[in-house]
């Protein structure tokens, strides 16, 4: 979910959802109790991205496969940003929050504690598994028409 959100929000020009961290901080922010989040406020944002579900789908995984460079690298919905994997464990280092947990070879920013929620992800031959599935997928999609595809068709 994190690499979807993190994808829609700078991985694809307009970008398709906001950072509500910075349209609504008195929400989302480091104290939120995420359990009880108030969401009675409809953000009050229009995308002005017009690419199919298709075209988004295709060009997921070629974020994922081409642009994200996961040696340093980290998605971040939290700022709607990639952050640098050298700044995540400094934080991490200066608040005593398990700073080798940037050492995971997928590096995703939990948005209310920052810690890596891909933290698991620190076996290399499990990481190229996920990697060989986004490639796989990337290549097998790519060469369709992004616009008439489909959940039947994939």
């Known amino acids: 979910t994190l690499m979807v959100i993190h994808y829609l929000q700078c991985g694809v020009q307009p970008q398709v959802v906001p950072c509500l961290h910075e349209m609504y901080p008195n929400i989302f ?10 969401y009675s406020d409809t953000p009050n944002f229009e995308s002005k991205n017009t690419k199919s579900l298709g075209s988004l789908l295709v060009g997921f995984f070629g974020y994922y496969s081409n642009r994200f460079r996961y040696s340093r690298d980290v998605a971040s919905i939290r700022t709607g940003i990639t952050l640098s994997k050298d700044s995540c464990e400094s934080y991490a280092r200066k608040y005593n929050l398990s700073p080798g947990q940037w050492r ?22 499990q990481f190229e598994r996920i990697r060989s599935v986004l490639r796989t997928t990337w290549n097998h999609l790519r060469g369709k028409q992004d ?3 489909t959940l039947y068709n994939l």
């Not at 891909?118 to 031959?125: D, I």
């Open 29 to 38: 922010h480091s104290e939120s109790n995420i359990f009880n989040l108030d």
């Open 104 to 125: 995971a070879h997928l590096l995703l920013e939990e948005p209310f504690d920052r810690t890596n929620a891909a933290r698991a992800v620190c076996n290399e031959s």
């Open 147 to 149: 616009t008439k595809i």
